[in-house]
Structures are given as structure tokens and as C-alpha cells.
């Protein structure tokens, strides 16, 4: 990250009293950021400020809240509405219960909207005009490798990611011009407390090598920026075919310059608007 980007404002990191949050947290502060911390448990944030400011001399900001409540989601807002200082946002928060649909509760399912795509968006939207009329400006949104596959026991989750990766591609194509950078991070399999796999032992299934750490996580983000790349998925050897992916299904996606129906769908009628008898 240039030596400029480093004296600005703040950063906000959301979900940052553990896991992925807590990793950017370190690492930017090791970088000379103030930070503004968000979370549900004051006293993780609290310890992890006092922390940071002993080791970094940063300043540290912390706001318990609940992104799932509409009035703590609200209080976030305001302080980035009111303060006008955050020039670098990382939407990290997130939930990631994994149930089959019909056996999930469906107050867990409406919780993982709220938080990994309505707080997401709100918070988005509350500090993007002070980066646009700035002209700079940084959001990393946390994505999942769940947005790109159809793994039973992750609808909900899956989709509020895919929102994720699909929000950040159009904000790009949308703000980059006005001088602000986006990247949607897909972490793969990270050790996070996401869901309590921490606390469970979810991690333990699975060999030490294949399971990435925060901190190493967060440099590859960071490193991913100035490269720059739009969607950061650091276990991915060759960026290209993620690229060639990508162009693929936006292809799938445009709308010819026609208006007629595929053959499939007529079942031999002759008209383009037949309907099949």
C-alpha cells in the first residue's frame, strides 16, 4: 500500500474483534492506520485496541454493535456519516451458519441477509459519497468461495456471497472512475471463529496445510490491491482463469440483438411466438 494511503483517514473494519477482522486490524495498524473496530463483543474490541495502540501508536476507535440490529446497524452509519473520516472500509462481518434449507431456522437464514448483505450494502452506501468527493477511497467486501459453488447446506450463505462478489464488480464499474478501489476477497478455507468453527473444531478435519491464517490471508488482500485485482482469491494459482470465467458467464448473461426465443423453447413451432400444442 503506497506510503500516502497510509497517512489518510481511518479504517473501519467490521467483525473485527476476531478471526479476519481482527488479522486486518493488526496488519494495518503495523501500517500506521488509525482504525475505527466493529463487533458485537466490547470486550474482544476493547482488548484488541489496547493492543494495537501499545505496539503501533495508532489511534483506536471501537463501536460494539449487532450489524443484525437495524438500530446498532444504524449507529455505525451515523458515525461514518457524522465523522467523515473513513477513507478505507472492510466489510468483513458476516455469518456462516451451513444447514439444508428446510432444516435451517429461518430467523438464522433472515440474520445471514442482515448482516452479510444488508449491513454490507447500508454501510456501503453511508461512506462511498465522502470517498467520491474526496476522489479516493478504498472497500474490500469478504466474499466466500461459496459464491462460485452449489454446495448443499450453504444456500443462503452461498447466495449473500455471490451478492457480495456481484455488488463489488458493479460498484467498480460504477466508482473506479471517481478514484475509489474495490476487491471482493475470497478467502477459501481460513481459521475463523465464522459459524463457531473455531470453537468446535471444525478446522481439526482437516490437515494444518490446507488451512490458510488470517494474517496471511489479509497480506495477500492487501497485496492483491496494488496489483490491482478486482477479486482476490489468494489460493489461486492463475488469476487468468478466474478471468476467463468470469467473461464467460457475462457473455451467457448480455442479451443478444434480437428478440426471438431459442428453438428449445418452441418445440417445433415455426413462429417466434408460437407456443407449442
Avoid: W
Wanted: with cysteine; aromatic share 6%.
Amino acid at each position: 500500500m503506497a506510503a500516502q494511503d497510509e497517512r489518510r483517514g481511518k479504517v473501519l473494519v467490521t467483525g473485527a474483534s476476531s478471526g479476519i477482522g481482527a488479522a486486518f486490524a493488526a496488519e494495518l495498524a503495523a501500517r500506521g492506520r488509525d482504525l475505527l473496530l466493529v463487533a458485537r463483543r466490547v470486550d474482544r474490541l476493547e482488548a484488541l485496541a489496547a493492543r494495537l495502540q501499545a505496539d503501533h501508536g495508532v489511534e483506536v476507535e471501537i463501536l460494539a454493535a449487532d450489524l443484525a440490529d437495524p438500530e446498532a446497524l444504524r449507529r455505525v452509519e451515523q458515525r461514518i456519516e457524522h465523522g467523515g473520516d473513513i477513507d478505507f472500509l472492510i466489510n468483513n462481518a458476516g455469518i456462516g451458519d451451513i444447514a439444508l434449507f428446510a432444516e435451517q431456522q429461518r430467523d438464522v437464514h433472515e440474520r445471514m441477509i442482515a448482516v452479510n448483505i444488508v449491513a454490507l450494502t447500508r454501510l456501503t452506501h453511508a461512506v462511498v459519497p465522502q470517498m467520491a468527493a474526496r476522489g479516493t477511497g478504498t472497500i474490500i467486501n469478504i466474499a466466500s468461495g461459496f459464491a462460485f459453488d452449489f454446495l448443499p447446506g450453504a444456500s443462503v450463505y452461498a447466495a449473500t456471497k455471490a451478492y457480495v462478489v456481484q455488488f463489488t464488480h458493479v460498484l467498480d464499474a460504477e466508482l473506479a472512475p471517481q478514484g475509489l478501489r474495490f476487491q471482493a476477497l475470497v478467502p477459501g478455507l481460513t481459521r475463523t471463529g465464522l459459524g463457531g468453527a473455531e470453537e468446535s473444531g471444525f478446522f481439526d478435519q482437516f490437515p494444518p496445510d490446507s488451512v490458510m491464517e488470517p494474517d496471511v490471508l489479509v497480506k495477500a488482500s492487501l497485496a492483491g490491491l496494488e496489483l490491482p485485482e478486482l477479486i482476490c482469491i489468494p489460493r489461486l494459482a492463475d488469476v487468468a482463469a478466474h478471468d476467463r470465467a468470469h467473461a464467460a458467464m457475462r457473455a451467457v448473461g448480455q442479451s443478444p440483438p434480437h428478440n426471438r426465443v431459442a428453438d428449445r423453447y418452441h418445440l417445433g413451432a415455426t413462429s417466434g411466438a408460437g407456443v407449442a400444442e
